[in-house]
């Protein structure tokens, strides 16, 4: 698996599952009916900012992450990110790969720490992964997220220094 910076020309390749991610409305505080258009505004962000995919072998995208400061100004000294696999290539260490590299970029750009604002609770392999790549729960806003089965669910705030 490699992990480069997304073009343009990925992006056909990663709305398909991105897409299906959002509709399911499982894992993401986002618009389940978004259109490609916002989707692609919303995903593939720029300089300073970063967005990536990890491909394998044969250029397939497996996922895609992008990153960039938490909040403007005072609040710009802490990164965060968002991650989509596609359910296709689950288990195979694609979101580790992208976190992993999430850090490292974080780092890099002199980051102080990293903070995802809105990980569900239900979403146990998403806390896992994070919690295995040093990341912390520090809080957790009761009933913020409407999960499609099992009603409303907590939204974790996760953390880690970097």
């Known amino acids: 698996m490699l992990i480069r910076d997304a073009t343009a020309a990925d992006w056909p390749q990663i709305w398909p599952f991105l897409r299906q991610i959002?509709?399911?409305?499982?894992?993401?505080?986002?618009?389940?009916?978004?259109?490609e258009a916002t989707a692609?505004?919303?995903?593939?962000?720029g300089p300073p900012a970063r967005t990536v995919v990890a491909v394998?072998?044969?250029?397939?995208?497996l996922g895609t992450a992008n990153?960039?400061?938490?909040?403007?100004?005072?609040?710009?000294?802490?990164?965060?990110?968002?991650?989509?696999?596609?359910?296709r290539a689950s288990g195979r260490g694609v979101g580790r790969a992208l976190g992993e590299e999430a850090i490292a970029w974080a780092r890099a750009g002199g980051f102080r720490a990293m903070q995802?604002?809105?990980?569900?609770?239900?979403?146990t392999r998403a806390v896992a992964l994070w919690r295995s790549l040093g990341f912390e729960i520090i809080g957790t806003v009761p009933e913020a997220f409407r999960h499609p089965t099992d009603g409303y669910v907590g939204l974790h705030v996760m953390y880690r220094r970097l």
């Open 22 to 35: 959002v509709a399911a409305a499982e894992t993401y505080a986002y618009d389940p009916d978004m259109d």
């Open 56 to 61: 394998d072998e044969d250029g397939t995208v």
């Open 116 to 123: 995802f604002n809105a990980v569900v609770e239900t979403n």
């Open 40 to 45: 692609r505004e919303l995903w593939l962000v």
């Open 67 to 87: 990153m960039y400061a938490n909040r403007p100004g005072p609040g710009s000294h802490v990164a965060s990110a968002s991650f989509m696999v596609d359910p």
